[in-house]
């Protein structure tokens, strides 16, 4: 049996999944199978495929139109790995995914793992700004303990973490839930979308809810919350593993069209086989709105697996509250809708209208350039697809992959001695930080001089890695880009 299973759910994409399956094949770790399940899609999606020659490709379709749960359920079917992922079929792996998910398990026992993504907008997006647009994540390595919030509820119950490499947080899973229930602090994504997933887990889950992994109409949601509940822990490597891809089909390239919007959204009720008011908040007037779908999904979940755990209990006052934050980045035909809905449903469980805030949301900008840190180091680099001639998620993969740092212990930051201890629970359930009390050591000439320099991601070592990657050319555009910046 493969160690990896990488599932594709797919349904009239011919024209992004090539590039998706192709990721995938180029994997630097060989160990996996790829299981593409076509939901009764026309024959351009499978003529797509042909050219691929491969034994762990798998192609699969249904024979007749399935809900999305159903499809994600299908592929799973077909799955014998240890872990499975799910990636969309316009997203991406990085070449060396697997190859760093691979060396992370064997730390130890790890049902659940997680990691951060890159963003690409494909070029047939409806929105023209975000038209080939390129967001690179370059916060990998040590310094993302700079960026981790001290929310974060790290544990050290498997007794291994002190192995964990710079930037890899052990979090607890219920504290993690109970974020998510409340709409507030800190809510790391790790459903089965763009994370591995034990398979031992995903049977624990089908024994708990007496019946298919995928049982609620939203798969990757259903499955977050029940994740969290069942595992005890997370792994999250904080750097980017992979592309998010958003294309003309996908709801990420739809956004801010009205007609799109709607549809999509009416589209999925339909072939749910789910009523509005199964799929929606009980306590609530329906309303067709994505975050009312994903309370209705997390009531739904909550139902089947902890119906009396008062401390696991949705906060229906902070839901409307974060729900009324985004308002005005729909579009703008819906947003009074929205805000009638909100004040109404306000108006049911007592929420005073004043704390509903709808503030002004930013539109899309097309940044290109580089965002630094207050240390000066750089943390993401926003690239014109157009400028480099990309035309799809596999070109900007290899961009993405250029310039990000591909080991466990980048470039230009030395490993760090194992620590004493990292984090303890203590018997009434709270955190405490053993490192606090451990008395600095003296730091030597040099070390401090690599402290004070912004170690992995100043412009010249970023530079000279893509040319020593990538040859020249590389190093031509880029030297261009930061001349054009500072000017």
């Known amino acids: 049996m493969p160690k990896f299973s990488i599932c594709i ?10 590039y998706s399956v192709a990721s995938i094949l180029a994997q630097t770790y060989p160990d996996f199978e790829l299981i593409v399940q076509d939901n009764f899609s026309s024959d351009e999606t499978y003529k797509s495929l042909k050219e691929f ?13 399935l809900s999305m749960h159903e499809n ?58 975000r038209r080939n647009h390129l967001s690179v994540d370059l ?14 509820h790290k544990i050290d119950r498997a007794q291994f973490h002190q192995s964990l490499p710079p930037g890899t947080m052990a979090l607890d899973s219920r504290e993690i839930l109970k974020n998510w ?23 624990q889950v089908k024994v708990a809810t007496k019946g298919p992994y995928f049982f609620n109409p939203l798969p990757d949601f259903g499955t977050l919350i029940a ?39 009416q589209n999925f009720i339909e072939e749910s086989g789910w009523t509005e008011e199964a799929l929606l908040p009980s306590v609530f007037r329906p309303f067709l709105w994505t975050p009312a779908l994903l309370a209705g999904c997390f009531e739904d979940v909550k139902r089947r697996l902890f119906p009396d755990d008062d401390a696991l209990s949705l906060d229906w006052g902070n839901f409307l509250i974060s ?9 703008t035909s819906v947003r009074e809708k929205c805000r009638a809905w909100l004040l109404e449903s306000a108006a049911r469980i007592g929420l005073p209208r004043e704390e509903l805030a709808f503030p002004e ?23 014109d697809g157009d400028a480099l001639g990309l035309k799809t998620v596999m070109d900007a993969t290899r961009v993405a992959a250029t310039l990000q740092p591909t080991t466990l212990y980048p470039i230009n930051i030395p490993r760090p001695p194992a620590p004493p201890e990292i984090s303890s629970v203590a018997d009434d359930g709270a955190v405490t930080n053993v490192l606090a009390t451990t008395e600095p050591q003296a730091a030597s000439s040099e070390d401090s001089a690599r402290t004070k320099a912004p170690a992995a991601f100043n412009v010249r070592n970023l530079i000279e890695r893509v040319a020593g990657r990538s040859g020249y050319r590389w190093l031509k555009w880029l030297y261009g880009l930061f001349r054009k910046i500072r000017r």
């Open 139 to 152: 916060r990998s390595g040590p310094l993302w303990a700079q960026y981790a919030s001290p929310e974060a």
């Open 9 to 18: 759910p797919t349904r009239e994409r011919h024209h992004t999944l090539p």
């Open 227 to 265: 994740n969290l509940y069942i595992s005890k822990e997370v792994i999250f490597y904080a750097a980017p593993l992979s592309m998010t891809g958003h294309s003309r089909s996908s709801s990420g390239g739809t956004h801010g069209h009205q007609e799109s919007w709607e549809r999509r959204l």
């Open 181 to 203: 229930l409340r709409h507030d602090g800190v809510r790391f994504y790790v459903p089965t979308y763009h994370n591995l997933v034990s398979r031992r887990l995903i049977e």
């Open 361 to 383: 949301v930013a539109p899309f900008r097309r940044e290109v350039g580089t965002l630094m840190d207050p240390n000066g180091c750089i943390i993401y680099a926003f690239i």
């Open 72 to 129: 994600w359920e299908a592929a799973l079917n077909q799955t014998s790995g240890d872990y499975i992922s799910y990636i969309g079929d316009d997203d991406a792996l990085l070449p060396f995914c697997l190859e760093r998910a691979n060396e992370l398990l064997n730390i130890g026992d790890v049902d659940l793992l997680a990691w951060l993504a890159h963003t690409y907008y494909w070029p047939d997006v409806p929105d023209a700004p």
């Open 323 to 331: 729900a009324a934050a985004g308002v005005n980045g729909e579009p």
């Open 53 to 65: 020659n491969d034994p762990r490709l798998k192609y699969s379709r249904s024979d007749r139109r």
